[in-house]
């Protein structure tokens, strides 16, 4: 079956490292996502990519980078410069917008400082 | 700026019943609307896509209507289940060239057994 695979589910980061986090998709989606979702805030957009080697910077892209090397993966590293990283990642994927399928999200990793 | 509002924010209600969910925005010049399930610490389920040309989608228990001159989104839940209780989000797609969706805060909703 396809779908998004995000891990790890879980993830702890000490003050000043950077980590990744992996995004893989078998949909043969062309474009993908990462939202952050904070309690009572909602989902907010982070990064978005509509074509591989292509990404576009979303409402909360601070402390955050990614790349698109291939269509299949879209990983996103947060880096030290990022000073409230704890909450819960979600990556998503759609067609382009002729496909009319909706957003398809993962199951989310969840990132905490300590 | 599109802006989506779901009321209430909680619901509680008693299995076997009926209910009804609602999504209002601001804009609308939408391109589709898709409702989402989320159960704790999980990602989000899509439950039922609709687009600007139609007027609802059924799924099973599940209803949603898209009335876009009124900028309300419903989604309706027919005899309810305990397994039910999630909080349900609701987004929009722009129907310009921005490619984000815009989400709601969502309905945490409760089905007692």
């Known amino acids: 079956d396809g779908g998004i695979t995000q891990s790890p589910k879980y993830l702890f980061r000490k003050e000043g490292q950077n980590v990744t986090l992996s995004c893989e998709q078998n949909l043969n989606h062309d474009a993908m996502y990462w939202y952050r979702q904070d309690p009572g805030q909602g989902l907010r957009l982070i990064y978005y990519s509509q074509i591989v080697n292509d990404f576009q910077k979303g409402d909360i892209a601070e402390g955050y980078s990614v790349s698109r090397e291939k269509k299949e993966s879209f990983p996103l590293t947060v880096t030290s410069a990022q000073k409230n990283p704890t909450a819960f990642y979600l990556c998503?994927?759609?067609?382009?917008?002729?496909?009319?399928?909706?957003?398809?999200f993962g199951s989310g990793t969840r990132l905490t400082v300590v | 700026k599109q802006e989506v509002t779901q009321i209430p924010a909680a619901l509680s209600v008693p299995e076997g019943e009926n209910l009804v969910l609602n999504c209002s925005f601001t804009d609308s010049a939408i391109y589709n609307l898709q409702w989402f399930r989320q159960d704790p610490g999980k990602g989000l389920t899509s439950l039922l896509l609709i687009q600007s040309s139609q007027r609802e989608q059924t799924s099973g228990r599940l209803n949603a209507s898209l009335d876009k001159s009124s900028g309300r989104s419903t989604l309706y839940i027919a005899a309810s289940q305990p397994g039910d209780s999630a909080t349900y989000l609701c987004a929009l797609l722009p129907s310009g060239s921005a490619r984000q969706l815009t989400f709601g805060s969502g309905t945490q909703l409760t089905v007692l057994p």
């Open positions: 998503a994927s759609s067609l382009p917008r002729e496909g009319r399928t909706g957003y398809t």
